[in-house]
């Protein structure tokens, strides 16, 4: 079975600075997609950005940008020029491209989530 | 990308008896799931709603705790049934869209408390 460790239960940033949060995960499978969700108190789960495996290009989406490790199963999230509104839970999560008997869960695997704050 | 409407967004049940959560999407999705989102931790698979057939249940979840309906590709319930306060959760609907690209997207949740 996959699994998704997120190590950093809290962060903590100065508003306009640079923070990386990370991800690590565990699987067999050569081909899958890696999430990273954003859930502020409202509870509604956002999502930040996405990696396909087979893509060796870092994802980008304005201010945020990943660092994929394939090798090292390592996936992990720069937010830059930091706002207050990026305050929230940040969840890491995986999903596998072939699913099924064999294969990894048809949903989502997520990791237990990172408390991001921003100092103003 | 797909629109989720769970309903209700929170209650407060006396333990023994059940709640049933709603989700309605605003267009036909084949997979649709269930999650569970324990005060303070992550989320966790509970079942994969199959239209016309029984749920597929992950390790640890069961159907006669966590029964599901999937009537059509738009709408799933979930009844947490005989609940204790270790039920006090946030349930959460998903739906997973494969085309452009994959992405689940999430209902807001119900907060269900048990006394």
């Known amino acids: 079975a996959q699994t998704v460790t997120q190590s950093q239960p809290e962060m903590s940033v100065q508003e306009a600075e640079t923070v990386t949060l990370s991800c690590t995960y565990d699987t067999s499978e050569s081909d899958y997609y890696l999430f990273w969700y954003k859930q502020p108190p409202s509870r509604q789960m956002i999502l930040v950005i996405r990696q396909e495996a087979y893509k060796q290009q870092n994802a980008t989406e304005n201010r945020f940008s990943v660092n994929f490790q394939k090798a090292a199963k390592s996936f992990s999230l720069k937010i830059s020029d930091s706002q207050l509104g990026d305050a929230a839970m940040y969840f890491c999560a995986y999903r596998s491209a072939r699913p099924g008997p064999g294969g990894g869960a048809d949903g989502l695997t997520f990791g237990k989530g990172t408390h991001l704050i921003i100092q103003p | 990308s797909a629109v989720i409407s769970q309903k209700p967004s929170r209650d407060i049940c006396q333990r023994g008896t059940s709640l049933t959560i709603q989700c309605q999407v605003d267009?036909?999705?084949?997979?649709m799931f269930w999650y569970r989102q324990q005060p303070g931790q992550s989320l966790t698979l509970i079942a994969t709603?199959?239209?016309?057939?029984?749920?597929?249940?992950e390790s640890g979840f069961v159907i006669d705790k966590f029964p599901i309906s999937r009537p059509n590709l738009t709408f799933s319930t979930l009844t947490v049934s005989n609940m204790s306060p270790e039920d006090s959760s946030i349930y959460l609907c998903?739906?997973?869209?494969?085309?452009?690209?994959?992405?689940?997207?999430f209902g807001q949740g119900t907060r269900l408390t048990v006394v």
């Open positions: 267009s036909q999705v084949t997979m």
């Open positions: 998903s739906v997973l869209l494969l085309k452009p690209n994959t992405e689940a997207f």
């Open positions: 709603a199959n239209q016309g057939s029984e749920a597929t249940y």
